[in-house]
């Protein structure tokens, strides 16, 4: 019974684990081609891509955990988009080499939802 119980215990970890690489791997295919096609939204290296992707993803489930608000711009309506929109341009703190405006946050919320639509992988943690 208990090395059952170890089993479980044991595929759920690595799973979590799965699921966190899978949603930075996304976060940083869908930030890429945003910052692509948003202009005044620039990430000069794949060190600041990954880092953001990191920094975007940690911002998320911050506030999912402490909100329950989904910053997705189809996550919740209005509330989703301003949250992705602000969490875009807050991430040009924490990150050496991105760099966004207001404006660019704007737009990079609308075409980062709809590529995050597109995309499959966003998982649940």
């Known amino acids: 019974m208990s090395n059952n119980q ?28 945003t910052a692509f096609f948003t ?12 880092i953001a992707a990191i920094v975007l993803t940690i911002i998320d489930y911050l506030i999912v955990k402490f909100t329950g608000l989904d910053a997705t711009p189809f996550g919740k309506g209005f509330v989703g988009f301003v949250l992705a929109a602000v969490t875009l341009y ?30 499959p992988g966003q998982q649940q943690m």
């Open 90 to 119: 807050v991430t040009q703190y924490f990150v050496a080499g991105y760099s966004i405006s207001w404006i660019a946050a704007i737009i990079g919320a609308i075409i980062y939802g709809i590529v995050d639509y597109i995309i």
């Open 6 to 33: 170890d089993n479980v215990s044991s595929n759920h970890q690595t799973s979590t684990f799965g699921q966190i690489v899978g949603r930075l791997v996304t976060a940083a295919i869908v930030l890429a081609i």
């Open 39 to 50: 202009p005044g939204f620039s990430i000069n290296n794949i060190w600041s891509l990954a």
